[in-house]
């Protein structure tokens, strides 16, 4: 086995896609990394904006919690309903296409794809400050840790669905067990103190309230926090990936998920709250994450506080696989419907829509790098994709039920319009708290990449419009095309340029451009290695024509030349055949002139139906 295959994995058939579904127990690290992991930067979001109430902040921490978990459990009934109606994958996109029109889908695909492109940036940086936590010095290189993780997660990604499952089982329960763990010792201890536990490490002091809490705080707030909510669509999205029965597999990880996160959530509520946890400055050199005086309170500086440490790190770097899992499957759908290059439609050697993944990439590295690999930058432009295509899918879920006929339809509807509204309000609350703050950029960008969603759809549907035809092929005017061979001066690569030529075309011209006053070289050459060869064979001579070039240019006499003949000769399609080397090193292109590809360039972007333009490579 090669280094490439034993890194990237060897390429799979078709007929092998039904052994890279997964289950459950492979689903929760696939699709709920990202949803498990908000449950550490959601209520770090959140705390963050308490800091002016100082300890009054925190206690406000505990029903801003339990509201989004309400919220996040109306969410969950009505992604079980969707997941029920599209046992193919049921995203916002294809929802709110189907049943709300182009608009509704568009709007909804423009949200998601930002919402996925915001969550692994989200995801990564969070990972890394909770490494920066544990080691302060590292502060300084946060953005490299952060790029390092994304080509990490893109070179585990490019196995596949199913490696990738694999190997984030670990982390992920790790994670989960840890912080379960964590979090049911320090309840015990809560209630054996009768609600006043003491820390095995106190926790950073809160600061003295400089503010009083508002309305317009709290909707700040809760809008951070809902940060936490992200990721919930995956699982409904991805349900093809799930092996037999598709639908009860997707809908129990789905399951998994959320509760799993409503726990966490509640648990590091009541827990900052009994310990007086609150945020600190993550630009600061005395930062540390909640999670992160969350763990030594209960537990201490220990092995275990390492431990734990060490799996969140993971668990919130790896969260981005959610994105990486999600963000093909939809410019798959979308370039299904023409509203993205078709290149978004093909299958990789490891049945991936690897171009999907490579665009997440490259969009992700430069929203890391834009805003230096800090989470709480990023957690204003966060959750607007994702509420936006939340309210979309519901209100899409509404309308599907509202045109089926079985039994139970008006009570499916009534679960979808109470998560269409419940969602909506959100939705007004996050752009209207978060819009100073960078809501604003994800409102502008929205409908720019709705309009050059539909821009690529004009495209697509010009270029069916110019090439579709119904006709039977025409029969007339099948004539050999007249040849055109630029020659320079006699060598194997012309002597393969000609013979081709005079293979496909009676009507063969060699133009040899006089950029050096060099006809009289040029005409013995051809006399003696093209004419008399050919005579003496009875063949006929292709034309030698000379192009007069004074101020010593070499292309654009050539294309000039070139269309001249095309316009002298309305009836006749020229072939313009370009001899070229082809060298054996990469590194050897810079060392000959590249007009075979200019002219090739020029003749593409400056010709029309009549003029090809052929190679003949000779191979060093």
């Given at each position: 086995m090669s280094f490439f295959h034993l890194v990237a994995g060897k390429p799979l058939a078709t007929s092998e896609?039904?052994?890279?579904?997964?289950?459950?127990?492979?689903?929760?690290?696939v699709f709920g990394l990202d949803?498990?992991?908000?449950?550490?930067?959601?209520?770090?979001?959140?705390?963050?904006?308490?800091?002016?109430?100082?300890?009054?902040?925190?206690?406000?921490?505990?029903?801003?919690?339990?509201?989004?978990?309400?919220?996040?459990?109306?969410?969950?009934?009505?992604?079980?309903?969707?997941?029920?109606?599209?046992?193919?994958?049921?995203?916002?996109?294809?929802?709110?296409?189907?049943?709300l029109g182009e608009t509704a889908g568009l709007l909804a695909a423009a949200?998601?794809?930002?919402?996925?492109?915001?969550?692994?940036?989200?995801?990564?940086?969070?990972?890394?400050?909770?490494?920066?936590?544990?080691?302060?010095?590292?502060?300084?290189?946060?953005?490299?840790?952060?790029?390092?993780?994304?080509?990490?997660?893109?070179?585990?990604?490019?196995?596949?669905?199913?490696?990738?499952?694999?190997?984030?089982?670990?982390?992920?329960?790790m994670f989960i067990g840890t912080l379960l763990f964590v979090l049911g010792l320090g309840a015990y201890r809560v209630i054996a103190s009768h609600g006043h536990p003491i820390?095995?490490?106190?926790?950073?002091?809160?600061?003295?309230?400089t503010s009083m809490l508002s309305l317009w705080l709290l909707a700040k707030v809760f809008s951070?926090?809902?940060?936490?909510?992200?990721?919930?669509?995956?699982?409904?999205?991805?349900?093809?990936?799930?092996?037999?029965?598709?639908q009860r597999n997707a809908k129990k990880t789905l399951t998994i998920i959320i509760v799993l996160l409503m726990v966490l959530l509640?648990?590091?509520?009541?827990?900052?709250?009994?310990?007086?946890?609150?945020?600190?400055?993550?630009?600061?050199?005395?930062?540390?994450?909640?999670?992160?005086?969350l763990l030594a309170a209960v537990i201490g500086r220990g092995w275990f506080y390492y431990v734990g440490s060490a799996s969140i790190l993971l668990v919130l770097a790896l969260s981005a696989n959610t994105s990486y899992a999600d963000f093909p499957r939809l410019t798959r759908a979308i370039a299904m419907h023409d509203y993205l290059p078709h290149v978004f439609k093909i299958r990789g050697r490891r049945l991936l829509y690897s171009h999907g993944i490579v665009a997440l990439v490259g969009f992700t590295a430069a929203l890391l790098i834009a805003f230096g690999g800090i989470t709480d930058r990023l957690i204003p432009l966060f959750a607007i994709g994702a509420f936006l295509a939340f309210t979309l899918s519901q209100a899409g879920m509404v309308i599907h039920w509202k045109n089926q006929t079985g039994p139970g339809r008006h009570y499916r509807m009534v679960i979808n319009g109470i998560g269409a509204v419940a969602t909506g309000i959100t939705l007004l609350v996050v752009l209207v708290a978060k819009f100073a703050a960078g809501a604003w950029i994800v409102a502008i960008l929205i409908p720019v990449?709705?309009?050059?969603?539909?821009?690529?759809?004009?495209?697509?549907?010009?270029?069916?419009?110019?090439?579709?035809?119904?006709?039977?092929?025409?029969?007339?005017?099948?004539?050999?095309?007249?040849?055109?061979?630029?020659l320079d001066r006699w060598s194997r690569i012309t002597e393969k340029g000609l013979r081709f030529a005079m293979k496909l075309s009676d009507h063969v011209e060699a133009v040899?451009?006089?950029?050096?006053?060099?006809?009289?070289?040029?005409?013995?050459?051809?006399?003696?290695?093209?004419?008399?060869?050919?005579?003496?064979a009875g063949r006929e001579v292709p034309k030698l024509v000379f192009v007069p070039s004074p101020y010593r240019f070499v292309l654009m006499p050539l294309v000039d030349h070139i269309f001249q003949i095309e316009q002298e000769h309305p009836d006749r399609q020229i072939a313009v055949l370009v001899p070229e080397l082809v060298v054996k090193h990469w590194w050897q292109a810079p060392l000959h002139n590249q007009r075979a590809q200019l002219l090739k360039l020029l003749l593409l972007l400056r010709g029309n139906q009549r003029i090809m333009v052929i190679n003949i490579p000779w191979y060093l």
């Open positions: 896609e039904r052994a890279e579904h997964i289950g459950p127990i492979s689903g929760i690290p949803a498990l992991s908000s449950a550490a930067y959601g209520p770090e979001a959140a705390l963050t904006l308490l800091i002016p109430l100082g300890m009054a902040g925190v206690a406000h921490i505990v029903p801003i919690s339990f509201s989004i978990i309400g919220l996040l459990a109306i969410v969950f009934f009505s992604y079980r309903q969707t997941i029920e109606a599209y046992p193919n994958g049921g995203g916002s996109y294809t929802v709110a296409s189907e049943n949200a998601l794809m930002i919402d996925y492109i915001l969550n692994a940036a989200v995801g990564i940086s969070a990972g890394v400050e909770a490494l920066v936590s544990a080691f302060p010095s590292l502060l300084p290189h946060s953005l490299a840790f952060c790029l390092g993780i994304l080509a990490i997660l893109t070179l585990i990604n490019m196995r596949g669905t199913k490696d990738t499952g694999i190997a984030f089982l670990i982390p992920t329960y820390p095995v490490i106190a926790p950073p002091r809160l600061p003295i309230a951070s926090g809902c940060a936490a909510m992200t990721g919930v669509e995956a699982v409904s999205n991805g349900v093809a990936a799930f092996r037999e029965p598709t509640g648990g590091i509520a009541l827990l900052c709250r009994a310990y007086s946890i609150g945020a600190t400055d993550p630009t600061s050199a005395g930062y540390q994450s909640v999670l992160s005086q990449l709705m309009f050059l969603m539909m821009g690529i759809k004009r495209h697509y549907k010009g270029v069916e419009t110019a090439t579709t035809t119904d006709c039977p092929m025409r029969v007339d005017n099948l004539a050999s095309p007249l040849v055109i061979v630029p040899h451009v006089d950029a050096e006053e060099c006809r009289n070289e040029v005409d013995a050459m051809w006399n003696l290695n093209v004419a008399t060869p050919l005579s003496q």
